[in-house]
């Protein structure tokens, strides 16, 4: 069974840190990840969407990082604005005819971005 | 990226009654599914909608308890029956578009006193 881990569960930087979280899986059999960062009382927006096949995305200030055979991917932000204030979840997609296109989440990091 | 929609978008409840879930997308979409997220916790699947036949539905959650329909390729329904205290979640629609991405809809928040 699928296992994702973020550390840490919550982090708060001043503004303008650059900063990485971090994600784990136990099993590399993995379809894609993907980044989503959700906001207090609001669903869930995809930030980033990684193939087994890839090693990193890039979308602005945000870089994700796929190392499928260790079982981890890192969130790296660029100098962050307070508006980053959110909660970010890592999910890993198990591959498709085994588990269809189910989405494995982690717990989250509660990030703050103190102005 | 797809717009999906969900009615209601929060609700208060009593114990013992059903509520209904809408999810509507602006572009037809093979795979459906519908999650809960608990308070202070991160997201489960609850069931896979499959257009024309039944749902799938993982461990721990049954049809009795949440019957989903899929008449077509652009809505789907989540009810949660016979509800209680615990029960109290967000429910998130989600679909799966291109290069095998899943974006969300904005979610249900659902209080049972």
């Known amino acids: 069974k699928q296992e994702v881990t973020q550390i840490p569960a919550a982090l708060s930087v001043p503004e303008g840190e650059n900063l990485v979280l971090n994600c784990s899986f136990t099993?590399?059999?993995?379809?894609?990840l993907q980044w989503f960062r959700q906001d207090p009382g609001k669903g869930l927006t995809s930030l980033l969407l990684?193939?087994?096949?890839?090693r990193e995305q890039t979308s602005g200030r945000l870089n994700a990082s796929l190392d499928k055979s260790s079982g981890r991917s890192t969130l790296y932000i660029a100098a962050s604005q307070p508006g980053d204030s959110a909660t970010y979840l890592c999910a890993v997609t198990g591959r498709l005819g085994t588990s269809g296109s189910r989405l494995t989440f982690g717990e989250g990091t509660q990030l703050t971005v103190n102005p | 990226s797809a717009v999906i929609s969900q009615k209601p978008s929060r609700d208060i409840c009593q114990r013992g009654t059903s509520l209904t879930i809408q999810c509507q997308v602006d572009s037809q979409v093979t795979m459906m599914f519908w999650y809960r997220q608990q308070p202070g916790q991160s997201l489960t699947l609850i069931a896979t909608a499959n257009q024309g036949s039944e749902a799938t539905y993982e461990s721990g959650f049954v049809i009795d308890k949440f019957p989903i329909s899929r008449p077509n390729l652009t809505f789907s329904t989540l009810t949660v029956s016979n509800m209680s205290p615990e029960d109290s979640s967000i429910y998130l629609c989600s679909v799966v578009l291109g290069q095998g991405a899943q974006h969300f809809g904005d979610g249900t928040r659902l209080s049972i006193l």
């Open positions: 990684i193939q087994s096949s890839q």
């Open positions: 099993d590399s059999a993995i379809y894609n």
